[in-house]
């Protein structure tokens, strides 16, 4: 079958879904699929991305032309609305891959089986860096951002506990927070109130 009897094929088929012919539909969309694993392979191939993605990206496509076709316009040659839908997708599916690609990561089982106890050796340093930080802070900024930063209590419950007025919770934490972040990331002349 040739290029242009194929288009004017899978175009009949379309105008017979319009009228109610779902079975040369059904044909097209099969026929189309066909020749659509062979575009996404060979363009999956070029950009080294994985081939085991073609089959979902080709069902992206056909769902996108079986959701947009009423908007063809009969007047108008197929292949090129059909290529425009699948042209976009697959630099969709592409972008999405490459960027699943850069995430991944290669570990073998040993490794996998250690990343927990490894997160919890990295939260309990962590926690220590942030009980230095704030035993570096004033007595009273001190109090203020352990209860409400470490134990997760309100500015109006903090205010109760540490028998101060909320505003000056508010402002204590505020202050502290400030030199917190001055600290971790290193700058100089933090003064201490």
Known sequence: MQPHSQEADWAVAMLKERSGDCSAYERFLQDFAAHLRR?????FNNLRLNLDETEDVVQEILIAIHSRRNQWDANRPLM?????IARYKIIDAARRLRKEAHLKTDLDDAQWSSLPALEQTALAASRTD????ISELPPGQQSV???IGIDGVSPSEAAIQLGMN???VRVAFHRALKKLMAMATGQKN???K
């Open 39 to 43: 575009i996404v392979r060979w363009r």
């Open 80 to 84: 090129p609305w059909l290529n425009a």
């Open 130 to 133: 942030i009980d230095r930080l």
């Open 145 to 147: 951002a352990r209860v």
């Open 166 to 168: 909320e505003n000056a």
């Open 190 to 192: 933090v003064t201490r």
